[in-house]
């Protein structure tokens, strides 16, 4: 054999080969996520997600089964606009023994900014009163608010 006549070097074969698999299964688990897990229902992050996944469907009646007694009765409606560009990541829950608070990253997407899609992030509060052993919404961020019969007048 001459020195002109080389075999390919193993290790980069080795590498490379590698490197493929990582790409391979990356794209696997990018693809194959789908939905949250969910979280238990008896919590308070587990109550927000139940009553944010029904506000975004568009399923108040549901949602309102979420809200503390009365909270529909006196609310002041304020119009989110189009709920399809948003999405919420738990940030963080503070229980205490009959009240809670549940910290939450919203991002709000659209297609029409200036130079293409545009997003938008804040972070807001949810706060629950633990009823009768249930946890209940008594305040939403204004994005997720429902409000079937508003009091506020035009």
Not at 111 to 134: I, T
């Amino acid at each position: 054999m001459s020195a002109t006549q080389r075999k390919p070097d193993r290790s980069l074969i080795l590498i490379l080969g590698v490197i493929a698999a990582l790409v391979i299964v990356a794209l696997a688990v990018v693809f194959t996520r789908g939905e949250p897990a969910p979280l238990d229902p008896g919590t308070p992050a587990g109550v927000v997600q139940l009553y944010s996944a029904a506000v975004l469907a568009g399923d108040e009646q549901t949602a309102a089964g979420y809200l503390i007694a009365g909270r529909l009765d006196t609310c002041d409606k304020v119009d989110p606009g189009p709920l399809d560009g948003i999405r919420l990541s738990l940030a963080s829950t503070t229980v205490r023994e009959n009240s809670a608070a549940v910290t939450v990253s919203i991002v709000t997407s659209t297609d029409n900014g200036p130079f293409g899609a545009s997003e938008y992030e804040n972070e807001d509060v949810f706060d629950l009163v633990r009823v009768d052993g249930r946890w209940r919404i008594d305040g939403a961020p204004w994005q997720l608010s429902i409000c079937p019969n508003p009091t506020a007048t035009s």
